[in-house]
């Protein structure tokens, strides 16, 4: 473990705090929102626009990076940051998350899991070490360790196996890289579905082991409001304090503010950037489908308030005709906005934290009606 | 007839000028290439790329933006530079090849052509009349007459037919135009085929008329490349000196220096940016084709003289990855090269014969080997 995370700030009504990760590309303020960019690019936006619009790092994903165009290419590259062009911290995924959705017969073993391809059927094998390798490879600078995701609903006895073998694959993670140590950050993904019995035990188990922070997996996945929203809370009690804490995939607004104001510093999610492209957009006073009628003539920017390159020159109107004729600008333009809409968010985020005034910055954006389900 | 445009300086080995063409939009230096964006949008990029790009100008095209989203809507706003937010000069294409191209049943009268819409198949009457009616409520900076295209190969009974439409067409829109003044420039588009004296005579029939500039139309739709050449190069020593000469559609730069050198002022063409998207990029050592799997590992970028974002930034490999991903970054960052690529030759052109040196500029780039054909 590496002291990698210092606590700037923190909230005295919430367990919210802002800090500081330090990667080896530079620091990122927390809470913080990873764009994601699976195949190494945002969907839609060149990285000078990325880095722009205020993305401190962007999520790559190892199982896709290693599928095409390989992880020899990049290697030879130096790494991901080289092959892709982003100067700024990466965040790897195991891929665990992909295998399991994109490869239902997948079969879990104590050294790994083996599964076909989602392109062209060939079987691959992935174990926690060889995970390991392949991000030590890309060069990322956060890397998650290989986890055992279970869909919702599975059965209690199923998620107790899921985190047997997530902390069995974990303690194989970390003997590994005792013998091939790295300075890039290793972070752990916590299961245990909506158990808080194994969810809490699957973080004792690997905060045992000890990773540079811990990842909560395996929810957002169907699983009723309340009992996703009871596993954030209690985690974020129950997790080391002086570590960064990320919640994976989940990205309604709502969500991400009442997680923050449990302590969790990092996110990412696609809604933001596939929501642009099907032609949903994100404002202060609630969802707006752009292809809808009434856009025809709204000479309206998306939204009034926003300080946006779409919503400072564009209206509704023309956003709708560019989304209606599919003209590639019309994902541009949206992503602009959604991902400006969100990495905003952020930046109030923090502030609120330092000014010690979240809990009116989490009213005003709910009051607005930020309705994204 | 205004006074529109300005030669600036004349190249003392052939008929090439550079020139301003003075728009209510502001001015247009020529000679000068319009990258098209024929729904109000160049394809993969955002305006603020197009003009950072040193595009001076784009080309909208009246036959799409009347059928979606309809010229009313863009009226209500005031116009197509509102409706899309592009504050510098727009030329309008009549729409005459597209009607011709699309629906190939179009039924040509003295007064108009009558088609089918190439979406839904309703029938559609454009005269010459409405034609101009429309590209002034688009309120284009320069606007085209509507004209009568024929398919290469044609017979010459049928071209002389189509000079004689045109022409018959050209006289309806110059008095609908004096009972409709418009400080919009108005250009006509000459036709011939490749016979000399339809051409001359579509042209002399079109100056006595008398328009703002004079277009060629119906070249480069496959005849070869000598008789087009020949066309071009008798056009540009009959049309008058004081006036603009836009050659419609042609994008080959081999044929854009010969032509310059013809004193042709304005081109446009949807190679740079049609190209880019099927992966196809401009070098001055020759064309690449991005995903070819020689450049899998090319850490080399597109082209290494080149000063645009994508070749400061990106490599072969990444690009070839983002190509074979299907990533919307891949239309986007050769988009840009593929335009920078062209509007870098039209800067060079300009500083060449400014400085009497367009015959240089011309060798050098056509020993490097430009091959786009």
Redesign the interface.
Known sequence: MKKSFEITASDSHSAARTGIIHTAHGPIHTPAFAPVAS??????????MVKNLGAQLILVNSYHLYL??GIK?IK??GGIHS???WPSPILSDSGGFQIYSLTPLARIKNDGVEFSSHLDGNKIFFSPENIIQIQQDLGTDIMMLLDYLLPYPSSKKDIQEAVRVTTQWAKRSRIFLQKNPTSQLVWGICQGGIHWDLRRQSMDELMDIGFDGYALGGLGIGEPKTQFMEMVERSGSHLPKHQPRYLMGIGYIKDILRAVECGVDLFDCVLPTRNA?NGTLFTSTGKIVIKNKKY??D?RPIDKGCSC?TCK???R??L???Y??Q???S???NT?HNLHFYLDIFQKIRQSIQSNSLGQLKCSIINEKVEEE
């Open positions: 195949q190494g690019a945002v969907k839609a936006l060149p990285h000078s095409r165009p290419i030879k590259f092959f892709i062009s492209r025809e003539k000479r390159y020159n564009f209206s109107a023309y709708r005709h560019l209606e004729r003209e590639i600008g994902a541009i333009l602009i």
